[in-house]
Every structure is written in C-alpha cells, then in structure tokens.
C-alpha cells in the first residue's frame, strides 16, 4: 500500500462541511484510495473510496486530483455525530482486503 | 451493507486465563476475515488473516500459540487469547471479506486484570 500522510487533527462547525486531506504521492495506477472512520471504540466504517474520477455517496464525496497524488474527503453538513478519527488508505482493490491504517486525522466537530 | 458482528463487546478476565472471541458474518460467507489489535489513542494493527478451512497467517511479531485463530466455517471465526497477561489488554477488532471489501466488527475490549 502507498504510504498516506493525513493531518493529525481538525475541527469543524456542527452544519458546515469538513473537508479532510489525504496526500499519497506515491500511489501508483492500480492503487485506489479508501476512507474510512472509526468512531471512538467502535470498529471501522467503510465510507467511500474511488481510483481517478470524483466520487459521491449518501456519506460523503472523494475529490482526487489530476495527477492522484492526494485527495480530499468533503462531509457536506458535519454534525456532532461525525467526530471520529478518518483514515485514509491507499491500497489495490484485490482478494486480500488486510487494510494498512496509519495514524488518521481526528475530526471533531463543534456544536 | 454487509454486518460482521463480534462477541462479547467487552470482557474483563483474570491474567493467567485464555479469553475467545467471535467473529460473524451475518449476511454473507467470508472465507477471509482479519484481526486486528488497538491500544489506546494508536491506530489499527492486523494481527492476522484468517481464512477458512485452513490455517491462519500470522503477522510478524504475533505469537500464534498465544492468539489461537479458528475459521472452521464461512460465516464464524474466532480469536482465542491463551494465558492473558495485562500488556494483552486492548480493543481487537474483526474484518471480513465480501468479494473485495472489508466490513468491520464492533471490536471487542478485553481487559487482563
């Protein structure tokens, strides 16, 4: 998996959006980028992934860059409920799903 | 989406004594599942792959008679703590495979007193 460097924390107003960067210089052209997030003691939440093209879901939107050397995960209307940490992880979408984590970037949204 | 369910959710046991764990798929077959260990305020670290019918992967550095891993049918595998120590205590979690995405377990808090 290419190594992924994300923020180690962010805040954002309950009801505007959070927008989490990931930078992963090093992916190369089978690599797709995952986001996932982990509320605190709960397992991992798939929320999105996508390999070139901007991608939208009833979650969230993944917005990558031309070139794919980093992404940005945009929540359109935070509430409280999405404080968590956020990992971004690039991996092969293959048989063998072991995902690599890193350190993720803790959200927190204020009321 | 797909749900892995992990039990207990909690367990507090006495060190000296062995500890399973539960993975299960609940609405599909996974002939891979994964387990992964987490101190706090750390990230997620896989222990092992699991797959059915055969035996476990280790990764490196985790003792396979210690983490006894069992995946004896497609839906259910589980993780079997032998002899917790306290530096044991920590939050494992589950994955498992539905053609190439993995879904997640609660976790499971284990605490070694």
């Known amino acids: 998996d290419a190594k992924t460097t994300q923020p180690t924390s962010m805040d954002c107003a309950e009801g505007r959006a959070a927008n989490l960067p990931c930078n992963h210089s090093t992916i190369s052209g089978n690599e797709y980028v995952y986001w996932y997030r982990q509320i605190h003691s709960q397992g991992p939440q798939y929320i999105i992934h996508?390999?070139?093209n901007n991608e939208t879901n009833e979650m969230a939107s993944l917005i990558i860059t031309e070139d794919r050397k980093s992404s940005t995960l945009i929540l359109p209307h935070a509430t409280l409920r999405d404080t968590a940490v956020y990992y971004c992880i690039a991996t092969r979408s293959g048989s063998a799903r072991q995902l690599t984590f890193g350190s993720g970037t803790q959200l927190t949204v204020l009321p | 989406g797909a749900v892995v369910s992990q039990h207990p959710s909690w367990v507090i046991c006495k060190s000296g004594t062995s500890v399973k764990i539960e993975c299960r798929s609940l609405d599909f077959q996974a002939t891979t599942m994964f387990w992964y260990r987490q101190f706090p305020k750390k990230s997620l670290m896989l222990m092992a792959t699991s797959n059915e019918g055969s035996k476990a992967t280790y990764e490196q550095g985790v003792e396979k008679d210690k983490f006894l891993i069992n995946h004896a049918s497609l839906t259910l595998s589980t993780l079997t703590v032998t002899s917790a120590h306290p530096e044991d205590s920590s939050f494992y979690i589950c994955?498992?495979?539905?053609?190439?995405?993995?879904?997640f377990g609660q976790g499971t808090r284990l605490t070694v007193v």
């Open positions: 994955s498992a495979l539905l053609n190439t995405e993995a879904f």
């Open positions: 996508g390999l070139k």
